[in-house]
T-cell receptor, first 111, second 116 residues
Framework: RKEVEQDPGPFNVPEGATVAFNCTYS??????FFWYRQDCRKEPKLLMS???SGNEDGRFTAQLNRASQYISLLIRDSKLSDSATYLC????????????FGSGTRLQVQP | DADVTQTPRNRITKTGKRIMLECSQT?????MYWYRQDPGLGLRLIYY???????NKGEISDGYSVSRQAQAKFSLSLESAIPNQTALYFC???????????????FGPGTRLTVL
């Protein structure tokens, strides 16, 4: 089983739609969770951290479910500019703090 | 100006050649990382360094070596390049020195390496 798993997509949605991605992680001791965004052929950039209580940043909402070991990202009112690959990132506690990246979920927002 | 820079941005080389990829940062971060990205596999950690005297292997270090010349510089070497090292390579930095429990990473623009 992969340490961090994501549906690769693509998710094709019309502008204005609401779309949600899930990501599962295997290590129950993981403490830090993030969503990164990566545009085609560009570097990943932090979109948002995921806190236990959930957090919201404008049209983006992230949730953590420790019992089921998954995190989610909800995008409301999708824009064309939201088209990108969304990477789920989890710290795997092995005595050293290093992050593990999922392979990403591709989102294509269509006009 | 970019906080994390990588050189070169693109490189085509032949099997058996020695290649060095360089990374510099102006963020003042202690921690630096090298990843490779392949289609469908996501980012995989090659090496990481938590300070100048601390170098650690990641999950796919075979065939690679690194040097942390200074806090701001972390280079990745392929001693004898092979075609399956063709990939997009990213350098990243992070900073936990202020007691944060998060580890936000800041990436350079990437180096696209092709080994023929």
């Amino acid at each position: 089983r992969k340490e961090v798993e994501q549906d690769p997509g693509p998710f094709n949605v019309p502008e204005g739609a609401t779309v949600a991605f899930n990501c599962t992680y295997s290590n129950s001791a993981s403490q830090s969770f993030f969503w990164y965004r990566q545009d085609c052929r560009k570097e990943p950039k932090l979109l948002m951290s995921v806190y236990s209580s959930g957090n919201e940043d404008g049209r983006f909402t992230a949730q953590l479910n420790r019992a089921s070991q998954y995190i989610s990202l909800l995008i409301r009112d999708s824009k064309l500019s939201d088209s990108a690959t969304y990477l789920c990132v989890v710290n795997i506690p092995t005595g050293r703090r290093a992050l593990t990246f999922g392979s990403g979920t591709r989102l294509q927002v269509q006009p | 100006d970019a906080d994390v820079t990588q050189t070169p941005r693109n490189r085509i080389t032949k099997t058996g050649k020695r290649i060095m990829l360089e990374c510099s940062q102006t963020k003042g971060h202690d921690r630096m990382y090298w990843y490779r990205q392949d289609p469908g596999l996501g980012l995989r950690l090659i090496y990481y360094s938590f300070d100048v005297k601390d170098i650690n292997k990641g999950e796919i270090s075979d065939g690679y070596s690194v040097s942390r010349q200074a806090q701001a510089k972390f280079s990745l070497s392929l001693e004898s390049a092979i075609p399956n090292q063709t990939a997009l390579y990213f350098c990243a930095t992070s900073d936990l020195s202020h007691g944060s429990d998060t580890d936000t990473q800041y990436f350079g623009p990437g180096t696209r390496l092709t080994v023929l």
